[in-house]
């Protein structure tokens, strides 16, 4: 098999790179390209050999490209004007120029041969996406779109994501272009589908974890509102980058009691008024606290070797977890995108 070279654009935490390493496809990064100034100091705190250019997409001419002989790109182009909170601008909202631009130059990327996009759920119905796939098509791409999650795997989490792989040098033998497929294919179904629970994940250091505790206010107002997941879950919600920052549908709590302790204690909650004393008693005994950000990552299936540098706060470990990838999900398609 002929190695991967890779240009990885929109680079992040390196996301990309560890699926890279995941899938075990034969390959090397051979430059990333982010204009985050903190994901950028994370990036190279775990890869220092990467070249790593801390520059807008936009400026990358296609000769720029052509130069680095590339004959992969992986990349997450910004999902803000897509996503179901946000403005929906589409292609209006100047956080796609960068795709607007990718799309205009795709034609002429001598060297690049195969594709792969990830973006949020949403991003199948947008304009944006339909001007990507007239682009593939007029520059002679063959193409297979997903939307899937990384429980489909096995993974304790939810994170529905869309999904495009494109090749040049030979059409895909599997699935229908057209056709969005909701689930990954048996051919690269390697990894376990039995799930695991959220107990592998856990930190084993108990003596952090105070600091993640749920503060009384928010148990006070918010309780009610909470995902609260036990360590024998085999789900957890979708990580956003507000984790923490809010805590209603931006991800799951834990708690190491049982469910039925859990069941237990809003049962009596319910029966006693939130300014009583025994209310916020009651909330405390569950001891909820947030996932830390090294749970976050392994949620997300970063491999254990995957480290933040001591001066990134937590708040942007969250923000930058929040806006990566499930790696193990993307090993998946890297292998599919060579099959
Ligand atoms: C969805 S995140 C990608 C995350 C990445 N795959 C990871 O694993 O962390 C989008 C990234 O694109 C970067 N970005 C947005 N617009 C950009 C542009 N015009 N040029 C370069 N990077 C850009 C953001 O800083 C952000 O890190």
Not at 65 to 78: E, W
Not at 92 to 105: G, I, N, P
Not at 132 to 151: A, H, K, M, W
Not at 298 to 304: E, G, I, K, V
Request: a neutral charge; charged letters at 25%; proline letters at 5%.
């Amino acid at each position: 098999m002929e190695e991967l070279r890779v240009l990885e654009l929109f680079s992040g935490i390196g996301g990309m790179h560890y699926a890279l390493r995941t899938s075990q496809i034969p390959g090397t990064v051979v430059a990333a390209v982010d204009i985050n100034t903190v994901a950028n100091v994370v990036y190279t705190h775990n890869f220092p050999e990467t070249r790593l250019l801390n520059n807008n997409v936009q400026k990358l001419t296609p000769r720029a490209i052509n130069k680095l002989d590339v004959n992969t790109i992986l990349m997450s182009p910004p999902c803000q004007p897509f996503t179901r909170v946000g403005n929906q601008r589409d292609v209006d909202d100047y956080r796609s120029d960068a795709l607007k631009h990718l799309s205009d130059v795709v034609g002429d990327l001598t060297t690049v041969d195969k594709i792969l996009m990830e973006n949020v759920r949403g991003f199948e119905k947008s304009r944006a996406h339909d001007m990507y796939i007239q682009c593939l098509n007029s520059s002679g791409f063959d193409y297979r779109e997903f939307i899937v999650s990384p429980t489909q795997l096995g993974v304790p989490n939810t994170r529905h994501r869309y999904f495009c792989i494109a090749r040049r040098s030979r059409p895909f033998s599997f699935l229908q272009k057209d056709q969005i497929s909701m689930e990954l294919p048996e051919e690269c179904r390697a990894t376990s589908l039995e799930p695991f629970p959220v107990q592998r994940i856990l930190e084993v250091d108990g003596s952090l974890l105070e600091a993640y505790l749920i503060k009384d206010d928010t148990l006070l107002k918010r309780a009610w509102l909470l995902d609260i997941v036990t360590s024998e879950d085999t789900n957890t919600m979708c990580f956003t980058k507000a984790y923490v920052h809010y805590c209603e549908g931006t991800g799951s709590v834990f708690t190491p009691e049982s469910a039925s302790v859990v069941s237990e204690v809003f049962g009596k909650a319910k029966e006693v008024r939130p300014d009583n004393v025994e209310y916020l008693k009651l909330l405390r005994s569950l001891k909820l606290r947030y996932f830390t950000p090294s749970e976050v990552a392994r949620l997300m299936s970063f491999p254990a070797d995957f480290s933040f540098p001591g001066e990134t706060t937590d708040r942007q470990r969250y923000r930058l977890l929040g806006n990566s990838i499930n790696v193990l999900v993307v090993s998946e398609l890297i292998k599919l995108l060579c099959l």
